[in-house]
């Protein structure tokens, strides 16, 4: 059971879309003076009908009239199935053409055809005009669908009418579960002791009350304080309902063609990509009427080799807009001749942030889907976590999305890093080719040194690539990158694991210099400064330093002195003996047992202390079993 269905009415002006509509449902979609005067729908009426099964469908009553067709498709936009209405006594009129036209550019796959004022007609003329009505409907959603003859003076026919409302109401078929919502507004007005109302369909997500959504333009913040569904209070709309939101912001905040969205990063765009079916011909750069959603703006075609296109072709174009839209791939566009007004065409975008180009595109519903995840994710973080809000962006539905990103992952286009954690391999790509010559450029400009220190590498590839990587989207990316790059990491350094320093003449005498000064000093612990007072380069002397204390030939004790690896490890393996025999070591008997001075001893102590390896208590040591 489909319990969110939208039925709109289309048809010629004059035709009782809207009588048929309040006979129906006793309702009157005409609520403006100036349309009960002058007897026709200026503005897109509402109305709903509770079926015996209990389910409830809304009806969208749009106006006839050719100056209204701005509003008319404002309204189309949010049908799910459609009633196309042709009066028995005036036939197919320009404007049953034009919004049967609209209709198949919107692909609305539910509806039937209603002959209304059958009273003012004989039998013979309608039998003549359903024949008409058989040959016009082919091609359309109409065309296996059943013709009805109705009159608001014979009550009987509304049996046949429900009966087939609720046939189309009944039918199986998935409606997509979207993460974010998104409603275009169709109407805007106050209400004393609420404030500011909107109504419109939902056609991604659900909203509830309390919650908060955007309003773009102008990512202005409204909390829905309250919420009606078909006339009553709810504390939710579902996809698919026609519904009024209570919000808070003023009225002039929202208005209406305006989107609703829970997406906080829903971009507007000036260039789009369509497929088009063409109705008329089209000219290179001709200036067009665009209808999006709730929205008009106009725009310039862009044809492929700047030719022109002629009617009842189907082609992919670009459209540069004069102001912008907030739209999705896959939604549904309408064109018209900006002057005169005429529709030309119709269909659904590829890619709803388009670059400027000159020549078509062949592509395929596979390929804007997964194209459109890709985009999505290279406005995201780097690193993502696949979870129902990745692709709230997206026209995709959640279950849609995952199959599309299985798919991307399967072509080695998306590269999981740790599950859930993914990245874009083209994004990778870039991150691998900076890591690399940024670590290799380090061992250059520092031979001596480890590798390059995992906070300069951080910060280097994320100015390389123009993102701030987190700590945490460097930690999972480093991890790929060690086993792709054969990089180590060595403490807080990170190196080419196949990286060896050749060391030169000097850098060798340098070497043996220090070490013999440290393992020949009478004191075992040697300074820095006593160190640096050789004959050498001042700078070289510090990397050389840095370099046998990274590579284990020297350790530093604290940042004033250093002592021969052996040594210490001696001096560590006989504290820890002593202790293993005794509760606790003192000053004296730890100097007595290295035979140090007591000013060394003291600095060992400490650096075990720091290290934790020992615990001071008042002037004793005892081994840290923590």
Not at 397 to 424: C, F, K
Not at 461 to 479: M, R
Not at 497 to 507: A, C, I, L, R, V
């Amino acid at each position: 059971m489909n319990r969110h269905l939208v039925f709109g009415t289309a048809g010629h002006v004059d035709h009782g879309k809207t009588s048929f509509i309040k006979s129906l449902t006793g309702m009157d979609t005409d609520r403006l003076e100036m349309e009960k005067e002058r007897g026709i729908t200026i503005e897109n009426g509402y109305a709903h009908l509770t079926l015996s099964s209990g389910a409830t469908v809304g009806f969208i009553d749009v106006p006839g009239h050719e100056k209204f067709i701005k509003t008319m498709l404002a309204g189309a936009m949010g049908m799910d199935a459609v009633i196309l209405i042709i009066a028995a006594d005036e036939g197919i009129k320009p404007q049953t053409l034009e919004h049967l036209n609209i209709i198949k550019h919107l692909n609305v796959k539910k509806g039937f055809v209603l002959i209304t004022k059958a009273d003012l007609s004989d039998d013979l003329s309608i039998s003549n005009l359903t024949c008409d009505i058989v040959e016009l409907v082919k091609g359309s959603v109409f065309e296996a669908a059943p013709i009805l003859t109705y009159s608001i003076m014979h009550p009987e026919c509304k049996s046949a009418v429900v009966f087939e409302i609720e046939q189309i109401a009944n039918a199986d078929y998935e409606r997509p579960n979207h993460a974010s919502s998104r409603i275009h507004v169709d109407r805007v007005f106050t209400r004393k002791g609420f404030g500011t109302v909107v109504t419109g369909t939902l056609i991604e997500g659900e909203i509830k009350t309390g919650e908060t959504l955007y309003a773009y333009p102008g990512d202005k913040v409204c909390r829905v304080k309250g919420i009606h569904v078909y006339g009553h209070p709810s504390s939710v709309v579902y996809y698919g309902q026609r519904a009024a939101l209570n919000l808070s912001v003023p009225l002039d905040a929202v208005k209406k063609g305006d989107v609703l969205s829970s997406q906080s990063t829903f971009q507007p765009t000036m260039i789009i990509d369509i497929a088009l079916k063409a109705d008329t011909q089209v000219t290179h750069w001709q200036r067009l009427k665009l209808y999006h959603g709730t929205r008009e703006v106009l725009c310039r075609i862009v044809l492929p080799g700047g030719k022109s296109v002629e009617a009842n072709t189907q082609i992919n174009v670009q459209l540069r807009l004069e102001s912008p839209i907030y739209c999705k791939n896959n939604d549904k566009v309408i064109l018209r001749n900006f002057s005169p007004t005429q529709t030309i065409g119709g269909g659904k975008v590829l890619n709803a942030h388009a670059k400027k180009k000159k020549s078509d595109v062949d592509i395929n519903d596979n390929a804007i889907e997964m194209n459109e995840i890709i985009e999505t994710l290279k406005l995201n973080s780097i690193v993502f976590e696949y979870n129902s809000n990745t692709f709230a962006g997206t026209s995709l539905s959640i279950l849609n999305a995952r199959e599309r990103l299985n798919t991307l992952i399967e072509q080695a286009l998306v590269l999981i890093l740790e599950d859930p954690y993914m990245i874009l391999t083209s994004q990778y790509s870039k991150i691998e080719k900076s890591a690399l010559n940024e670590v290799r450029l380090y061992h250059q400009t520092y031979p001596l040194r480890v590798g390059i220190p995992r906070e300069t590498l951080r910060s280097k590839i994320s100015k390389n690539i123009n993102y701030p990587l987190s700590a945490k989207e460097f930690s999972l990316i480093l991890k790929r990158l060690n086993g792709d790059l054969d990089l180590v990491e060595k403490g807080e350094s990170i190196a080419l694991n196949t990286y060896k320093h050749p060391y030169s003449k000097q850098e060798r005498l340098l070497m043996d210099s220090i070490l013999n000064q440290v393992r020949c000093h009478p004191q075992h612990l040697v300074s820095f400064a006593e160190l640096e007072k050789g004959s050498f380069n001042k700078i070289l002397i510090k990397e050389m330093l840095n370099h046998l204390i990274n590579y284990e030939f020297l350790v530093k004790i604290n940042d004033e002195y250093v002592i021969d690896v052996k040594d210490y490890l001696s001096c560590k393996e006989q504290l820890i003996h002593y202790l293993s025999k005794h509760d606790y070591i003192e000053v004296a008997s730890y100097r007595d047992l290295l035979g140090f001075s007591r000013k060394s001893t003291v600095t060992l102590l400490e650096h075990f202390d720091k290290i934790q390896l020992t615990q001071r208590i008042d002037n004793k040591r005892i081994i840290n079993k923590l």
